[in-house]
């Protein structure tokens, strides 16, 4: 089982449209990452947490530490938000450096 | 520089030559780290830079690949007698220190061994 898991894996969505992206791991963490990552390859860092709610415009990321996991939640989709969108952690245990990576989660979000 | 530049952005090179991939971070992070994303597949750590400490080197695939960065500058990524394996995108990204502090990352380096 993968320490670090994202659902759904494919996501298709009709602009406008409320998205949430969910990941869970299985670690004790000191931080969680969400970064978003476009069709042509570039990788955008969107959130760190490490508790708590963070909110960026139309992207809110939330985390549960006792429950170990967060959510990536999009408000007002638009086909511009099409992307990957990855999780990834850090773990306590590790190097500070060190991170876990979820397999993504992709985005299409029709006009 | 206002983000962190890679170069090249693709290179095409023939199996069993080497190449030479090329990271500029952001001025005043210290820490760097280089991934290969293989297509379809998530990120793979390769090695990491922290100032002038000795580099992680423990996620290079094999002794064909090896990276150098001279103090808090440029990095550059030598992978030797190329593979068709080789063949990813390779992203390198920076940050302030580390700890739980945010990473810039490149666009990345398409490298295809024909």
């Known amino acids: 089982k993968n320490e670090v898991e994202q659902s759904p894996q494919n996501l298709t969505a009709q602009e406008g449209e409320f998205i949430t992206i969910n990941c869970s791991y299985s670690v004790g963490i000191s931080a969680l990452h969400w970064l978003q990552q476009h069709p042509g390859g570039g990788i955008v860092s969107l959130f760190m947490?490490?508790?708590?709610?963070k909110k960026h415009g139309r992207l809110i990321a939330t985390i549960n530490i006792q429950e170990k996991h967060s959510s990536l939640h999009i408000t007002a989709s638009h086909p511009r938000d099409s992307a990957v969108y990855i999780c990834a952690v850090r773990r306590r245990s590790d190097s500070n450096y060190q991170l876990i990576w979820g397999a993504g989660t992709k985005l299409i979000i029709k006009p | 520089g206002a983000g962190v530049s890679q170069s090249p952005s693709n290179k095409v090179t023939e199996k069993g030559k080497d190449v030479e991939l090329r990271c500029d971070p952001i001025?005043?992070?210290?820490?760097l780290y280089w991934y290969r994303q293989r297509l379809g597949q998530g990120l793979e750590f390769l090695i990491y830079?922290?100032?002038?400490?000795?580099?992680?080197k423990s996620g290079l695939p094999s002794d064909r690949f090896s990276a150098e960065r001279t103090g808090e500058s440029v990095s550059t990524l030598t992978i030797q007698r190329t593979q068709q394996e080789d063949s990813a995108v390779y992203l390198c990204a920076s940050s302030f220190r580390t700890g739980n502090y945010g990473y810039t990352f490149g666009s990345g380096t398409r490298l295809t061994v024909v």
């Open positions: 001025s005043g992070h210290t820490a």
């Open positions: 947490l490490s508790s708590g709610k």
């Open positions: 830079f922290q100032g002038n400490s000795a580099p992680d």
